[in-house]
């Protein structure tokens, strides 16, 4: 059964830094692509971050360019994402999503949240 | 704002069909086959629908069902059940340095 448990999530004051895991099962993680989805309260889906299988490739979504960093870890079946120089407007909870195909994400973690209050 | 534009809400009696419509305002949705869609209940996580426009993954059930014409596609769940009840979002390719773009999301309400 393939599983994504996410953690690192918390309270943080705009300007500080927090990193998120993922820590993945049930799949062959180093032959799949890895994202981070978020959703603020209320709202709708953003893509944030996307990082290829060998992690030769990666995206991010314009409003958090310069400021976050997908990595991987191959042999802990984990993908991170280091957010630093945090907005109040991160607020959101973070999925972590498994690549499936083109562009779709065929499984889903519980997601963390992350507030970014004063 | 989203490159997709969806319907805020959409309704139904049970056993109706209805159709949730995603647009794409620039390129993305017609020029690539990679629409997908996501069911969102409460509290839960996204779920896959519909991934390269009409492809059911296994364990959906039929009555979910997805097409594409010009820079529109829909999703259509026909026999509605009160089940279906959730949020659902498009997504898609928007080309060029882009990656993978959601659209507004769609709150179906079933009567």
């Known amino acids: 059964e393939v599983q994504l448990v996410e953690s690192g999530g918390g309270l943080v004051k705009p300007g500080g830094s927090l990193r998120l895991s993922c820590g993945a099962s049930?799949?062959?993680?180093?032959?799949?692509?890895m994202n981070w989805v978020r959703q603020a309260p209320g709202k709708g889906l953003e893509w944030v971050s996307s990082?290829?299988?060998?992690?030769?490739?990666?995206y991010y979504a314009d409003s958090v360019k310069g400021r976050f960093t997908i990595s991987r870890d191959n042999a802990k079946n984990s993908v991170y994402l280091q957010m630093n120089s945090l907005r109040a407007e991160d607020t959101a909870l973070y999925y972590c999503?498994?690549?499936?195909?083109?562009?779709?994400?065929?499984?889903w973690g519980q997601g963390t949240l992350v507030t970014v209050s004063s | 704002q989203s490159a997709l534009t969806q319907p805020r809400s959409v309704s139904g009696s049970p056993g109706q069909s209805v159709t949730i419509s995603c647009t794409g305002t620039s390129s993305g949705v017609g020029d690539y086959d990679y629409v997908s869609w996501y069911q969102q209940n409460p509290g839960k996580a996204p779920k896959l629908l519909i991934y390269?426009?009409?492809k059911r993954p296994s364990g959906v059930p039929d009555r979910f069902s997805g097409s594409e014409s010009g820079n529109t596609a829909s999703l259509i769940i026909s026999g509605l059940q009160a089940e279906d009840e959730a949020d659902y979002y498009c997504?898609?390719?928007?080309?060029?340095?882009?990656?993978?773009?959601f659209g507004g999301g769609t709150k179906l309400t079933v009567l």
């Open positions: 049930g799949f062959n993680f180093r032959t799949f692509s």
């Open positions: 390269d426009v009409n």
């Open positions: 990082l290829s299988a060998v992690g030769n490739y990666m």
């Open positions: 999503a498994r690549l499936g195909g083109n562009y779709d994400l065929d499984y």
């Open positions: 997504c898609s390719y928007a080309g060029g340095n882009s990656f993978g773009v």
